[in-house]
């Protein structure tokens, strides 16, 4: 990517009011998202069909009117949504080009087991030649996900540790890493949790160089503006919001309360959507939604 629009883009998510759309809904989670969709798994009888169906259904998203670059800072797409077009162009290219939507791309290939009360990221063996191609289509930066089931303080650990063994491999090629340690919403003891995985985020913030960015993606938290240490960090460029099963409106309160923080919404974002909708219907329900998540962004 040119180092002009990697400049402007870096200017945008650090400086620019809006919120960051996860439209990354992987293999496993495929099913759910089309079935929410109004689409059911008689709609296809493949993979390639349903991948089909899924991709037809972002593209009706990131082609909307609603759908640009003044609300939305950023959009977080499926590794074979990069291997896509949208309106003829890489739809990575698309959303920049055409929308001024900075494109990352989810780079984790799934959870582990469980063990130790959490889910570590499944081995990536391919990840250098997926980041080859990242910056090949123009894209700015990457996410990961890994989730925190349990207060166990070895087990979150391995996870922070693993999220940035692999977070400084993204900063090398040149991407900047969104770190994403899921607390479970349904955690039993979630404040808990939520206080080991800051110590531990911090203790590894204060391992990198000045020149090391990366951003957060963290579970709205129990405990009201919990994160404004990590917010304030200088290695941090930004701190963005998972809904992570609450209802758009729960999860819009949430993080109303929590100032700096802004969101990077899935179903939060695609609630109330149909591929039964009109064009105008689907396009009015949309805009209303970005507006929401935009308002309590700004906050």
């Known amino acids: 990517m040119a180092a002009e629009a990697k400049a402007k883009m870096l200017e945008k998510v650090q400086n620019q009011d809006g919120f960051i759309a996860a439209l990354d809904q992987s293999g496993g989670s495929?099913?759910?998202?089309?079935?929410?969709?109004?689409?059911?798994?008689?709609a296809w009888s493949s993979d390639e069909e349903m991948f089909d169906l899924v991709h037809q259904m972002r593209s009706?998203?990131?082609t909307s009117p609603a759908?640009?670059?003044?609300r939305i800072l950023g959009a977080i797409l499926f590794e074979n949504t990069l291997d896509r077009y949208i309106d003829g162009e890489y739809s990575s290219r698309y959303l920049w080009q055409e929308k001024q939507v900075i494109p990352f791309l989810k780079v984790d290939k799934g959870l582990a087991e469980e063990a130790k009360g959490v889910q570590l990221m499944k081995p990536m063996p391919e990840l250098g030649k997926l980041l080859s191609k990242a910056n090949d289509q123009g894209v700015f930066g990457t996410k990961m996900r890994s989730v925190i089931k349990q207060a166990n303080a070895e087990g979150i650990r391995d996870v922070v540790a693993q999220q940035f063994e692999v977070a400084s491999h993204i900063m090398a090629a040149g991407l900047v890493p969104i770190i994403e340690p899921e607390v479970d919403i349904h955690c039993p003891d979630k404040a808990e949790a939520e206080a080991l995985?800051?110590?531990?985020?911090?203790?590894e913030l204060d391992t990198l160089s000045t020149a090391q960015k990366v951003m957060l993606k963290l579970t709205l938290p129990e405990e009201d503006n919990f994160y404004r240490d990590c917010i304030e960090h200088g290695n941090v460029i930004r701190v963005v919001a998972l809904s992570g099963g609450y209802s758009r409106e729960e999860a819009n309160q949430r993080l109303s309360r929590n100032q700096g923080m802004i969101a990077s919404f899935s179903r939060a974002l695609t609630e109330g959507l149909s591929a039964q909708q009109s064009d105008e219907a689907f396009n009015a329900m949309l805009d209303s939604t970005i507006e929401s998540?935009?308002?309590v962004s700004k906050t």
């Open 30 to 42: 495929t099913p759910k998202a089309l079935k929410l969709y109004g689409l059911d798994e008689s």
């Open 60 to 62: 009706r998203i990131v």
């Open 67 to 70: 759908f640009n670059g003044e």
């Open 197 to 203: 995985l800051k110590q531990d985020i911090l203790a």
């Open 293 to 295: 998540i935009y308002q």
